[in-house]
């Protein structure tokens, strides 16, 4: 209400280098005790930015490597068990030629008798329709029962390898099979055999 008749001016940005002027004049007023403790705050000021950033970057660097170091040992862990039982002495090894789609691939299987698992290897595979799969199957005394699912979705030649764990209330394993299923599996064998093993 005070400028109804417009006569106050309008205000205006000081220029930049006034600020720097105005505090220099304030710190050269200051005894030089108080200049001192000035000096020294703002060099402790900055000593703590430079230390908080340092820090916050140590922090960040040991988080990531720490990340980096279980994913490694875990990678050495798996590596570690896979040669263990790939060279295990109770470890059969099984190597089966493939023909799918025209093309010559190849499954290999490492059957484990004392542990009860297997490593599927598959390789040079066609891939599958978009409604199909490769489901592999353990042969039991019983029967044919499902073991795994490995869809080729690659056009190129893939190589897969899987872990399977015969189910504990399995019948004794004698065998091995792999057929075409429909993409979500299936309780039995009904579409076309791709091979099928005794060991």
Known sequence: ???WLGMIPT??????EL???VLARAVRRLPPLQRRVWGLAAAAMLVIAVGGGGSWWARGTITR?????DTLAAQLAALRDTLGFVHGPTTRVMWVPVTTGGRVGAVTIFADSA????LVRCEGMAPND???????????????????LMTMAADEPTVMTMG?????????????AMSIE??????????????????
């Open 1 to 3: 209400m005070t400028d």
């Open 11 to 16: 205000p205006k940005t000081p220029r930049p």
């Open 19 to 21: 600020r720097e002027q």
């Open 65 to 69: 490597l720490r990340a980096e170091r």
């Open 115 to 118: 542990t009860r698992r297997w």
């Open 130 to 148: 978009p409604d199909e799969t490769y489901q592999i199957w353990f042969i039991t005394e019983a029967g044919a029962r499902p073991a795994a």
């Open 164 to 176: 399977l764990a015969i189910p504990a209330d399995a019948e004794r394993v004698v065998g091995a």
């Open 182 to 199: 429909p993409r979500s599996g299936s309780p039995q064998p009904r579409g076309p055999m791709v091979f099928r093993v005794r060991i």
